[in-house]
């Protein structure tokens, strides 16, 4: 089945006003580069590709048995809703219905929810060397799986097959990493300043905690959240996103066959339910942590929705984040690193690249070089070995995207390339595109454009650029290139972010924390300190 309105004319269905649109129009038809980045997406092997029924994504796995249409609840995968009603999931590559999934409501998450809290009792009673071997189990699970893990991730969200094996490797990392961290969850001793008292602190799980994910990593963005809970003996209720429960449902079950005991963690799947399911696990007494990565409106809600309950809220927001060439800056390093970390996911990554900010006397040819390596990319299906950058995730991102683009051409940006879509294809398409001539009254320099477009503005001197890449709400990530030690020092603590790339545009790892500051977030994933959000310290003080 086709998402309704998928043919329909794309120009046609912005919403930017006709004279707004006939300016941007008249704008990129002076831009005949465009049309070059257009070759891939009009593939005709691409347009003709057959809809893949969910019977014949199993068949392509080497494990069928990895995917059941199924929330997962007190051990057991329940394909049905007590609603009876589904949701269906789509391949954003061709706009097919490819699967369709348990719409859980309340009395099902209550369910989970209440199956978590028995097998915490028993859970946050084993030893940290149990939990790690059962870590370690799922995550040799995983590697054994996963190119059909790979796959499902390919299927449900678009992402270059490339670009999902490394996202399975690097999802599996934090189950690596945390069934080691479980060992070292230190407490510590405190010197008395009294001598008939000992004192001693201790860290303990906080309980069951509620996990709600995105669509951008189906899997990492799971096992990131869980490998630190399990460890130090949480137990969990996920919701992943609607768009990608088939990769929750993967880990799931190799999650069982790594030996996770019984109700120790629940899988709710929902799309209609999502709202009152956030809701309600926000306002449950037997949830005691919320950990959350997505949109910062719903991080604001998650959190005011939790304060009657007083939970540990653990947020990783969205980003705005700035990508700074200084003049004394390796261009060409610069370039390769602003192509990971623009376009990587087609932009839809929270530590993305929003804004670009090269100085004045190299901006021309920082824009010449990056429109030449994007003009190399292959649009496609995720699934097709020569693409290099896959579809967006739905419409409504589409329509995001080119509001944007537009919004900056009418402002006076310059197209050096990509703006032009494509008017008949399927699937959700935006070609990668490069704008220059960027200044502070668009959409861009603001907002998180969460696609394929890089925006190029210009600076003078360091403290204005600082200035500008601080002039945000977000401070998730930020990046920067110059070759002068002190300037990186300089920079490297001033910029307002969680997360500073110097001379890189690769900054994620299982070892280091991940997380943001001001509306970005609260909290840190992975590395030593992704414990802190599940666990807490209780004080000991024994007379003698
Ligand atoms: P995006 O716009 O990138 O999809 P969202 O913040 O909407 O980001 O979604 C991230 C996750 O949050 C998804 O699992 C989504 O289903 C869930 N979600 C969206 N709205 C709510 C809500 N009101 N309460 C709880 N979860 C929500």
Redesign the pocket.
């Known amino acids: 089945m086709l998402r309704p309105g998928l043919l329909t004319k794309r120009l046609s269905t912005s919403t930017t006003s006709l004279a707004a649109r006939r300016t941007s129009q008249a704008a990129l038809s002076n831009f005949p580069r465009a049309s070059l980045l257009l070759s891939s997406i009009q593939n005709p092997r691409f347009l003709s590709s057959a809809a893949n029924s969910f019977a014949n994504i199993k068949s392509q796995l080497n494990d069928p048995t990895l995917i059941t249409t199924a929330g997962f609840i007190d051990n057991e995968f329940i394909t049905t809703s007590n609603s009876g009603k589904h949701f269906p999931v789509y391949d954003p590559a061709n706009g097919t219905e490819i699967a369709r999934f348990p719409d859980m409501g309340i009395e099902e998450t209550d369910r989970a929810i209440q199956a978590a809290k028995q097998a915490f009792s028993s859970w946050s009673k084993t030893t940290a060397k149990e939990r790690s071997t059962i870590l370690r189990n799922w995550y040799n699970l995983i590697i054994e799986n996963e190119q059909d893990l790979a796959k499902i991730i390919t299927w449900e969200n678009g992402k270059p097959l490339a670009d999902a094996l490394g996202e399975v490797r690097y999802g599996a990392s934090f189950f690596e990493w945390f069934a080691e961290e479980a060992k070292r969850l230190y407490g510590e001793v405190i010197p008395s300043p009294n001598r008939q008292q000992r004192m001693l602190a201790i860290r303990q799980p906080i309980g069951v905690v509620g996990i709600?994910?995105?669509?951008?990593f189906p899997n990492a963005m799971i096992t990131r959240k869980l490998g630190a809970a399990l460890a130090v003996g949480c137990t969990v209720v996920a919701?992943?996103?609607?768009?990608t429960p088939l990769s929750a449902v993967a880990l799931y079950e190799l999650g069982r066959r790594a030996g996770v005991p019984k109700g120790v963690i629940g899988l709710v799947t929902?799309?209609h339910n999502?709202?009152?399911?956030?809701?309600h696990?926000?306002e449950s007494q037997d949830v005691s942590g919320i950990s959350?990565?997505?949109?910062?409106?719903?991080?604001k809600?998650?959190l005011k929705?939790s304060a009657d309950t007083v939970k540990k809220v653990s947020l990783e927001?969205?980003g705005n984040a700035a990508f700074i060439v200084f003049e004394d800056a390796d261009i060409d390093k610069a370039v390769d690193a602003a192509v990971l970390a623009k376009f990587r996911s087609s932009g839809?990554t929270c530590i993305c690249v929003n804004r670009f900010y090269v100085h004045s006397s190299i901006k021309d040819v920082f824009g010449e070089r990056l429109r030449e390596k994007v003009e190399k990319f292959r649009v496609g299906s995720g699934m097709e070995a020569n693409t290099t950058h896959g579809p967006l995730?739905n419409k409504?991102s589409v329509e995001k995207v080119r509001s944007h683009v537009h919004d900056a051409l009418n402002h006076g940006a310059k197209l050096l390339t990509g703006g032009k879509e494509s008017e008949n294809t399927h699937g959700y398409f935006y070609p990668p595109t490069v704008l220059t001539d960027m200044n502070n009254n668009m959409r861009i320099a603001t907002e998180e454009t969460?696609g394929p477009v890089a925006g190029i503005f210009s600076f003078e001197t360091e403290d204005e650029v600082l200035e500008l890449a601080n002039n945000t709400r977000f401070g998730l990530s930020g990046y920067f290139f110059s070759k002068d030690v002190s300037r990186c020092w300089r920079v490297a603590e001033n910029l307002q972010v969680g997360m500073v790339g110097v001379n890189t545009g690769a900054i994620s790892s299982e070892v280091a924390p991940f997380g943001g500051v001001k509306e970005s977030g609260i909290g840190r994933e992975g590395a030593r300190q992704g414990l802190d959000e599940y666990t807490q310290y209780k004080y000991i003080n024994m007379a003698i």
């Open positions: 709600i994910t995105p669509w951008n919701k992943p996103a609607s768009e929902t799309h999502t709202k009152a399911i956030g809701k696990i926000c959350f990565t997505g949109s910062t409106a719903v991080g809600l998650l929705q927001l969205g839809q995730i409504a969460f």
